[in-house]
């Protein structure tokens, strides 16, 4: 039996799928990774026992949280 299907390079490389996110997901995915080890670095600024000043308890994760609402809305958003 002969095959018919031509799996040559060509045609396999324009089947392929585009990637799934645009340029724009992926640069504001790296901004939001930035801002969540910011917030994590804040957190280590804290001179207060326990980490438990205004750095380590309120600013600190709060940017953190920023930046996991920040990628959460960059993985939804549209091409």
């Given at each position: 039996m002969?095959?018919?299907t031509n799996n040559t390079p060509t045609e396999q490389t324009g089947n392929q799928e585009a990637l799934p996110f645009g340029k724009s997901?992926?640069?504001l995915m790296i901004v939001g990774i930035?801002?969540?080890f910011a917030g994590f670095f804040i957190m280590t600024l804290d001179k207060e026992e326990f980490g438990f000043g205004f750095l380590g308890i309120t600013l600190g994760p709060a940017i953190a949280f920023i930046g996991f609402i920040f990628q959460f809305y960059t993985i939804f958003k549209k091409k």
């Open positions: 002969k095959n018919t997901n992926y640069t930035v801002l969540i």
